[in-house]
């Protein structure tokens, strides 16, 4: 048992499985497409088979007189456009005139059953002219006329989206004077999300003329405000509802056709329409990992203190915004820690292409400028002879600090993160040391704990939460904070628990429905233990002051004196004069009703620059890590295979070490799939692998022994002292992995995924280059740093 | 996706399971054993058949004994036998390689020996390959990874044919006509399409290994990303039998999934009374100069045909130590 300062046996600081859990494993969970309502019809969705294309017709006429088919919608100027950021409304529920990706919707069809629905689609007839295809990021910057433009009303006579240019200090002079350079040219592929739960919902325009929409979605709150736009009605006429969601990971965090399709078929029918995605169209639909092309450049002096950062990225964000606009910010500025350096140069770029969607995936934005980062950071600790490890513990932010860019540094855990990985894995007795085919490697990481700033400029809190206790003891929690595996109900109740000093049996959650549970804009940028996890703390104090002026009146003694915890209202003084919760809640109650409170998360202290983009990557508080690997390279098949990794993670606090663990085991593991083996392959412009076969994500067997040591920074601003857990650990297993490859067999891997052919070329190309390597058992053939 | 729709037969004898068959026309129908090959495709709506005739009912494709497998027993059950464990080790642990637990727990010994072959442009979804244009293994006339339109390039991607092979194993195969006895390295024969020497209305009913290949030692070993799961992107397999003064007295090879038909070589004439050391080396050499694979899987070609030098290389030292891969543990 852990031991226990908290006021709850479930409270801060306990390992509580995950209170969702049962119904999950016992199969009583409902999801969206367990839900079956009377009367429901099956929608299906007609597909582009054309990367680009103007649409010259569709003959709807066949499917509609097809016994069974009850409605048929295509696409309409009349329609708003919708999308998650506001500057980039571009995404429309059907195609209008043209078509711009393979999978792009066409038409939706709702019908008496499956078949009848995929009937009808294919009996749709749809003319298209093809139109020349923007396949690659770098045609996309290209200069071409307004009808070749995927979205014809942005600002640039390209494909351009947008272009971030910042540039602090003056990073020409610093590579000029430093004595350590390190440059180099990455490229990563498209990785996406692969959560279990295919998309699916639910619409419901019932009699009254209110929708319902049940969806698998992370973003209750922006799909409700995206739903008020497109089927034009205000938002109180709309009702979204959040079953259960089996993972998301960023993929479920846009507002998305296919939920303005079945409410579009549902009005046109009366009647519930619902959407289940199979496989291949979860593929179609993406969101995931923009593939990037990233050149970096980094400095040092001859010490080995960081001196620039020159970085530029290119990002293919397929046929629409999205988050995109976030991520080419965050591609930059989210490199600026948890290292010091004085001058920073950035561009960034993303382009539209004839491909889905990319969009926000764990980790969003940082993970491959990371990965480039602290790749040509062993560069250059080679270069200086310093060790890799020690290297970065010179070069630290420390906490409370500004960066460059006027990000706002509080709590900083990560000196004690690399030493404690270091220490744990012996490191200095293994680096450089290990036989060939053998290496361990370091790499940091630094992510946002939320956004400081809200997508949509209102007044409306970024969380708020509802408490409610009646006369039977219970504890209702409501908030709109999404659940989608991550844990947020349990952190809710937790946070609830420990401030009431009760069993979290009490405390139930109501997480699910707009028409109950109070706003919080959603599971995404890892801001929900830190936002809603305060919500809940405040609303919940603001019962407890309730119960303590309860149990003084009971008593007769001071309410100041008296706190909650292990189920009774105890006055500290003198711990033996204590009222019983349940005495305190009925005292509490009487002649005045339930206990109601609410709690808020409104917004961070301000901060920041005044330079353009200042807000991008504003956090109220940042989590940071630092992972040792250790992997094996089989020389002669190119395998890489991490044999263990040692991760620690500055979360804060843990609020719950159990679930903190378990994300930093889930975040280590879709790291390594897009390090290993993950890539979202195109056939020109059509999706190539869209299954699980053949998009390979790592098993059971490919994950190496994990060692989590949970750093604690205790955050003046979070939840009990608690930042994120859920995004930031993704971070240095990418490029720990690769650092313990160079050390290994001494070659670097500017490209991912890490597949055993390309490792293989790169020992080859090494081979080739260096002399005669000399076979003795005794001369370690790797170069040894000091 | 929806499963193609067909009307399922379930024999209770193999004379009735040939009769129905004989009854059905030609081509019309396919037989399943444990599905989890045959019905992905049918999902994918790839060659499916108005019929489909269960063989999981059938006596005679079942039991396991010294002589002989039967084609319609469960992979996990032969992999799991003490008998096979006993005399044929190398194949018990081949088993494992194939595709994972759960698959195989219905997946048959026949239905692997007959699994289809398989191409990145055919095993696509009727969606995508209505975006790509379809090639001649499901609506088209046309070859895609080769083009042109004589040979099917489906690779063949079969785990145990190798394993089999070389420890001479025999197929029995059922029809009307009688039963017939087919060596499997004389088994598989053709291209993608027309991919062995079964006639349709034959059912492989039961695999027979010779005694003295309980002798040999044998193993197979796979490439591919990741160790469950995976179809093989290259798999090989070798039998050896080393004389008293340590010198090659039986060798034989064979690869999977970097052709069209697993290859199978009998190095033992060339090889008898070589030292191990030269003899693997040029046995490793000649597999993977016979190996052709196409770019129709998830690894690039080169890669895959170098593999084959490794592996087989490998494999035979680790005969001749007699070390295992050690994914069946110890009884």
């Given at each position: 048992?852990?031991?226990?300062?908290?006021?709850?046996p479930?409270?801060?600081?306990?390992r509580?499985?995950?209170?969702?859990?049962?119904s999950?494993?016992?199969?009583?969970?409902?999801?969206?497409?367990?839900?079956?309502?009377?009367?429901?019809?099956?929608?299906?969705?007609?597909?582009?088979?054309?990367?680009?294309?103007?649409?010259?017709s569709?003959?709807?006429?066949?499917?509609?007189?097809?016994?069974?088919v009850?409605?048929?919608?295509?696409?309409?100027?009349?329609?708003?456009?919708?999308?998650?950021?506001?500057?980039?409304?571009?995404?429309?529920?059907?195609?209008?005139?043209?078509?711009?990706?393979?999978?792009d919707?066409?038409?939706?069809?709702?019908?008496?059953?499956?078949?009848?629905?995929?009937a009808?689609c294919?009996?749709?007839?749809?003319?298209?002219?093809?139109?020349?295809?923007?396949?690659?990021?770098?045609?996309?910057?290209?200069e071409?006329?307004?009808?070749?433009?995927?979205?014809p009303?942005?600002?640039?006579?390209?494909?351009l989206?947008?272009?971030?240019?910042?540039?602090?200090?003056?990073?020409?002079a610093?590579?000029?004077?430093?004595?350590?350079?390190?440059?180099?040219?990455?490229?990563?592929?498209?990785?996406?999300?692969?959560?279990?739960?295919p998309?699916?919902?639910?619409?419901?325009?019932?009699?009254?003329?209110?929708?319902?929409?049940?969806s698998?979605?992370?973003?209750?709150?922006?799909?409700?405000?995206d739903?008020?736009?497109?089927?034009?009605l205000?938002?109180?006429r709309?009702r979204?509802?959040?079953?259960?969601?089996?993972?998301?990971?960023?993929?479920?965090?846009d507002?998305?056709?296919?939920?303005?399709i079945?409410a579009?078929?549902s009005r046109?029918?009366g009647?519930?329409?619902?959407i289940?995605?199979?496989?291949?169209?979860?593929?179609?639909?993406?969101?995931?990992r923009?593939p990037?092309?990233t050149?970096?450049?980094?400095a040092?002096?001859?010490?080995g203190?960081l001196?620039?950062?020159?970085?530029?990225?290119?990002?293919?964000?397929?046929?629409?915004?999205?988050?995109g606009?976030?991520?080419?910010?965050?591609?930059?500025?989210?490199?600026?820690?948890?290292?010091?350096?004085?001058?920073?140069?950035?561009?960034?770029?993303?382009?539209?292409?004839?491909?889905?969607?990319?969009?926000?995936?764990?980790?969003?934005?940082?993970?491959?400028?990371?990965?480039?980062?602290?790749?040509l950071?062993?560069?250059?600790?080679?270069?200086?002879?310093?060790?890799?490890a020690?290297?970065?513990?010179?070069?630290?932010?420390p906490?409370?600090?500004?960066?460059?860019?006027?990000?706002?540094?509080?709590?900083?855990?990560?000196?004690?993160?690399?030493?404690?990985?270091?220490?744990?894995?012996?490191?200095?007795?293994?680096?450089?040391?290990l036989p060939?085919?053998?290496?361990?490697?370091?790499?940091?990481?630094?992510?946002?704990?939320?956004?400081?700033?809200?997508?949509?400029?209102?007044?409306?809190?970024?969380?708020?939460?509802?408490?409610?206790?009646?006369?039977?003891?219970?504890?209702?929690?409501?908030?709109?904070?999404?659940?989608?595996?991550?844990?947020?109900?349990?952190?809710?109740?937790?946070?609830?628990?420990?401030?009431?000093?009760?069993?979290?049996?009490?405390?139930?959650v109501?997480?699910?429905?707009?028409?109950?549970?109070p706003?919080?804009?959603?599971?995404?940028?890892?801001?929900v233990?830190?936002?809603?996890?305060?919500?809940?703390?405040?609303?919940?104090?603001v019962?407890?002051?309730?119960?303590?002026?309860?149990?003084?009146?009971?008593?007769g003694?001071?309410?100041?004196g008296?706190?909650?915890?292990?189920?009774?209202?105890?006055?500290?003084?003198?711990?033996?004069?204590?009222?019983?919760y349940?005495?305190?809640?009925?005292?509490?109650?009487?002649?005045?009703?339930?206990?109601?409170?609410?709690?808020?998360?409104?917004?961070?202290?301000?901060?920041?620059?005044?330079?353009?983009?200042?807000?991008?990557?504003?956090?109220?508080?940042?989590?940071?890590?630092?992972y040792?690997?250790?992997?094996?390279v089989?020389?002669?098949t190119?395998?890489?295979?991490?044999?263990?990794?040692?991760?620690a993670?500055?979360?804060?606090k843990?609020?719950?070490?159990?679930?903190?663990?378990?994300?930093?085991?889930?975040?280590?593991?879709?790291?390594?799939?897009?390090?290993?083996?993950?890539?979202?392959?195109?056939?020109?412009?059509?999706?190539?692998?869209?299954?699980?076969?053949?998009?390979?994500?790592?098993?059971?067997l490919?994950?190496?022994?994990v060692?989590?040591?949970?750093?604690?920074?205790?955050?003046?601003?979070?939840?009990?002292?608690?930042?994120?857990?859920g995004?930031?650990?993704?971070?240095?297993?990418?490029?720990?992995?690769?650092?313990?490859?160079?050390?290994?067999?001494?070659?670097?891997?500017?490209?991912?995924?890490?597949?055993?052919d390309?490792?293989?070329?790169?020992?080859?190309?090494?081979?080739?280059?260096?002399?005669?390597?000399?076979?003795?058992?005794?001369?370690?053939?790797?170069?040894?740093?000091? | 996706?929806?499963?193609?729709?067909?009307?399922?037969?379930?024999?209770?004898?193999?004379?009735?399971?040939?009769?129905?068959?004989a009854?059905?026309?030609?081509?019309g129908?396919?037989?399943?054993?444990?599905?989890t090959?045959l019905?992905?495709n049918?999902?994918?709506?790839?060659n499916a058949?108005?019929?489909?005739?269960a063989?999981?009912?059938?006596?005679?494709?079942?039991?396991?004994?010294?002589?002989?497998?039967?084609?319609?027993?469960?992979?996990?059950?032969?992999?799991?036998?003490?008998?096979?464990?006993?005399?044929?080790?190398?194949l018990?642990?081949?088993?494992?390689?194939?595709?994972?637990?759960?698959?195989?727990?219905?997946?048959?010994?026949?239905?692997?020996?007959?699994?289809?072959?398989?191409?990145y442009?055919?095993?696509?979804?009727?969606?995508?390959?209505g975006?790509?244009?379809?090639?001649?293994?499901?609506?088209?006339?046309?070859?895609?990874?080769?083009?042109?339109?004589?040979?099917?390039?489906?690779?063949?991607s079969?785990?145990?044919?190798?394993?089999l092979?070389?420890?001479?194993?025999?197929l029995?195969?059922?029809s009307?006509?009688?039963?017939?006895?087919?060596?499997i390295?004389?088994?598989?024969?053709?291209?993608?399409?027309?991919k062995?020497?079964?006639?349709?209305?034959?059912?492989?009913v039961g695999?027979?290994?010779?005694?003295?290949s309980?002798?040999?030692?044998?193993?197979?070993?796979?490439?591919?990303?990741?160790?469950?799961?995976?179809?093989?992107?290259?798999?090989?397999?070798?039998?050896?039998?080393?004389?008293?003064?340590?010198?090659?007295?039986?060798?034989?090879?064979?690869?999977?999934a970097?052709?069209?038909?697993?290859?199978?070589?009998?190095?033992?004439?060339?090889?008898?009374?070589q030292?191990?050391?030269?003899?693997f080396?040029?046995?490793?050499?000649?597999m993977?100069?016979?190996?052709?694979?196409?770019?129709?899987?998830?690894?690039?070609?080169?890669?895959?045909?170098?593999?084959?030098?490794?592996?087989?290389?490998?494999?035979?030292d680790?005969?001749r130590?007699?070390?295992?891969?050690?994914?069946?543990?110890?009884?």
């Amino acid at each position: 048992m852990t031991p226990r300062e908290s006021r709850s046996p479930h409270g801060v600081g306990q390992r509580v499985p995950l209170i969702d859990g049962p119904s999950k494993v016992t199969g009583s969970a409902v999801y969206t497409d367990d839900i079956r309502l009377p009367g429901t019809l099956v929608g299906k969705i007609l597909r582009s088979p054309h990367a680009h294309a103007k649409i010259v017709s569709i003959d709807t006429s066949a499917a509609e007189s097809m016994p069974g088919v009850r409605a048929v919608v295509t696409g309409s100027r009349d329609l708003r456009t919708f999308g998650v950021l506001p500057i980039s409304k571009d995404e429309v529920a059907l195609a209008v005139d043209k078509v711009i990706y393979v999978g792009d919707c066409v038409a939706g069809v709702a019908a008496d059953d499956e078949e009848t629905a995929l009937a009808a689609c294919e009996a749709i007839r749809v003319e298209y002219e093809p139109l020349p295809i923007v396949g690659k990021a770098d045609d996309a910057l290209k200069e071409c006329p307004p009808e070749q433009k995927l979205h014809p009303g942005t600002r640039h006579s390209s494909n351009l989206q947008k272009q971030v240019d910042q540039n602090f200090g003056d990073v020409d002079a610093a590579f000029a004077g430093a004595d350590h350079v390190a440059k180099g040219n990455f490229r990563f592929v498209g990785v996406t999300h692969a959560f279990t739960e295919p998309h699916c919902v639910i619409a419901h325009f019932e009699p009254t003329g209110r929708l319902t929409v049940w969806s698998a979605t992370q973003v209750p709150h922006y799909l409700h405000r995206d739903l008020a736009a497109v089927m034009d009605l205000p938002m109180h006429r709309i009702r979204v509802i959040r079953p259960m969601v089996g993972g998301a990971f960023g993929g479920k965090s846009d507002p998305f056709p296919h939920e303005m399709i079945a409410a579009l078929l549902s009005r046109r029918t009366g009647r519930p329409v619902k959407i289940r995605f199979d496989r291949e169209e979860v593929f179609l639909t993406n969101h995931g990992r923009h593939p990037t092309k990233t050149s970096i450049g980094v400095a040092c002096d001859g010490n080995g203190k960081l001196l620039g950062l020159d970085l530029d990225a290119l990002i293919d964000g397929g046929a629409w915004g999205s988050f995109g606009v976030v991520t080419t910010y965050y591609n930059g500025v989210l490199s600026v820690g948890p290292y010091r350096f004085d001058n920073f140069r950035y561009r960034g770029r993303r382009v539209y292409t004839n491909k889905p969607p990319c969009g926000a995936m764990r980790g969003h934005g940082a993970v491959n400028s990371r990965f480039a980062f602290e790749v040509l950071i062993d560069e250059l600790a080679e270069k200086c002879g310093v060790d890799a490890a020690e290297f970065r513990l010179r070069n630290l932010l420390p906490p409370n600090t500004t960066t460059l860019n006027g990000f706002r540094i509080t709590s900083n855990g990560t000196e004690e993160c690399i030493r404690r990985v270091v220490e744990a894995s012996d490191w200095k007795s293994k680096r450089g040391k290990l036989p060939y085919g053998r290496g361990i490697g370091i790499a940091c990481g630094f992510y946002i704990s939320g956004s400081a700033l809200r997508i949509n400029w209102n007044k409306v809190p970024q969380s708020t939460a509802h408490l409610k206790i009646d006369m039977d003891g219970g504890v209702t929690v409501h908030c709109m904070a999404a659940e989608i595996g991550q844990g947020s109900d349990t952190m809710l109740a937790q946070c609830v628990a420990e401030v009431l000093g009760l069993p979290i049996e009490w405390i139930r959650v109501f997480s699910r429905d707009s028409d109950l549970d109070p706003i919080d804009l959603g599971s995404y940028s890892s801001r929900v233990t830190f936002m809603a996890g305060n919500a809940a703390r405040r609303a919940a104090e603001v019962i407890r002051g309730k119960l303590c002026a309860a149990a003084a009146r009971l008593t007769g003694y001071d309410a100041e004196g008296f706190d909650t915890r292990d189920g009774h209202v105890v006055w500290l003084p003198n711990p033996a004069i204590r009222v019983p919760y349940l005495d305190a809640v009925l005292e509490a109650i009487a002649g005045k009703g339930a206990l109601i409170a609410k709690g808020c998360y409104h917004d961070a202290p301000p901060m920041g620059g005044s330079h353009k983009g200042a807000a991008a990557g504003l956090s109220p508080t940042y989590s940071f890590q630092s992972y040792v690997t250790e992997t094996e390279v089989d020389p002669e098949t190119g395998f890489v295979k991490p044999v263990k990794v040692w991760a620690a993670h500055d979360c804060g606090k843990a609020l719950n070490p159990l679930a903190v663990e378990m994300q930093i085991e889930g975040c280590l593991h879709m790291g390594l799939g897009q390090a290993l083996m993950e890539s979202f392959g195109y056939n020109r412009a059509t999706v190539g692998n869209p299954s699980f076969l053949d998009y390979k994500i790592p098993g059971p067997l490919e994950m190496p022994d994990v060692e989590v040591h949970i750093v604690e920074s205790n955050d003046p601003e979070g939840p009990f002292g608690a930042k994120e857990a859920g995004e930031g650990p993704l971070l240095p297993i990418l490029p720990s992995l690769a650092n313990a490859v160079r050390d290994a067999v001494g070659i670097t891997m500017y490209e991912l995924p890490m597949t055993p052919d390309r490792v293989l070329k790169e020992i080859e190309k090494k081979e080739r280059a260096s002399a005669v390597r000399e076979a003795s058992e005794a001369a370690n053939p790797k170069e040894t740093v000091r | 996706m929806i499963l193609a729709p067909f009307t399922l037969h379930r024999p209770e004898s193999l004379a009735d399971a040939l009769s129905l068959a004989a009854k059905l026309p030609d081509g019309g129908f396919d037989w399943i054993g444990g599905g989890t090959d045959l019905l992905q495709n049918y999902k994918n709506r790839l060659n499916a058949k108005d019929h489909v005739i269960a063989l999981d009912r059938v006596p005679e494709m079942r039991g396991i004994s010294a002589e002989r497998i039967g084609a319609g027993e469960r992979l996990a059950v032969i992999s799991e036998s003490a008998v096979v464990r006993e005399r044929w080790p190398g194949l018990a642990e081949a088993i494992t390689h194939v595709a994972s637990p759960l698959i195989r727990n219905s997946g048959t010994l026949g239905g692997n020996l007959l699994v289809e072959t398989r191409c990145y442009y055919f095993n696509q979804t009727p969606f995508w390959r209505g975006t790509k244009g379809s090639c001649m293994k499901a609506e088209s006339d046309e070859c895609l990874v080769v083009p042109q339109k004589e040979i099917c390039y489906a690779a063949y991607s079969g785990d145990l044919a190798p394993i089999l092979g070389v420890l001479s194993a025999t197929l029995e195969l059922a029809s009307p006509a009688g039963t017939r006895e087919v060596r499997i390295d004389e088994f598989y024969a053709g291209d993608g399409i027309h991919k062995n020497v079964k006639r349709a209305d034959e059912i492989i009913v039961g695999v027979k290994v010779p005694a003295e290949s309980s002798t040999l030692r044998a193993g197979y070993r796979k490439l591919r990303h990741r160790d469950a799961l995976d179809y093989p992107e290259m798999g090989c397999a070798a039998a050896l039998r080393l004389d008293a003064s340590g010198r090659i007295e039986l060798l034989r090879a064979a690869t999977t999934a970097v052709d069209v038909v697993p290859h199978f070589v009998d190095f033992t004439e060339q090889m008898r009374g070589q030292e191990p050391d030269t003899a693997f080396a040029e046995v490793a050499a000649a597999m993977e100069e016979r190996a052709q694979p196409k770019k129709n899987t998830s690894m690039p070609v080169g890669y895959r045909k170098k593999m084959v030098r490794v592996y087989l290389g490998r494999l035979l030292d680790d005969l001749r130590a007699g070390r295992t891969e050690g994914r069946i543990p110890a009884a």
